[in-house]
Nanobody, 116 residues
Framework: QVQLVESGGGLVQPGGSLRLSCAAS????????MGWYRQAPEKQREWVAI???????NYADSVKGRFTISRDNTKNTVYLQMNSLKPDDTAVYSC??????????WGQGTQVTVSS
């Protein structure tokens, strides 16, 4: 089993930045594809970014060029650097770990609020 704990959320003004962290325990994340998802109030959860075992990244069009996902396998941690934040980025951000033949693991989420 993999336990995931997100941190780094908070209140930020439009145009500001935040760095989210997702710390994993229980197993090494070396062999997992890691992803960030978000869910705004009264909306469906949506995919934000993923990073594969090999370090290949992909982003939702809404965050491309503003967000960067990275991983540090030595720290068993995944990050999401968020720049040029907009009010539409307000959501609960959750971390996911997935690999073939295993369960999909989720963290509890961290709140990001973009407001002046």
């Amino acid at each position: 089993q993999v336990q995931l704990v997100e941190s780094g959320g908070g209140l930020v003004q439009p145009g500001g930045s935040l760095r989210l962290s997702c710390a994993a325990s229980g197993r090494s994340i070396d062999f997992y594809t890691m992803g960030w998802y978000r869910q705004a109030p009264e909306k469906q959860r949506e995919w934000v970014a993923i990073i594969t075992r090999a370090g290949t990244t992909n982003y939702a069009d809404s965050v491309k060029g503003r967000f960067t996902i990275s991983r540090d396998n030595t720290k068993n941690t995944v990050y999401l650097q968020m720049n040029s934040l907009k009010p539409d980025d307000t959501a609960v951000y959750s971390c996911n770990a997935i690999r073939a033949g295993d369960l999909s693991y989720w963290g509890q989420g961290t709140q990001v609020t973009v407001s002046s």
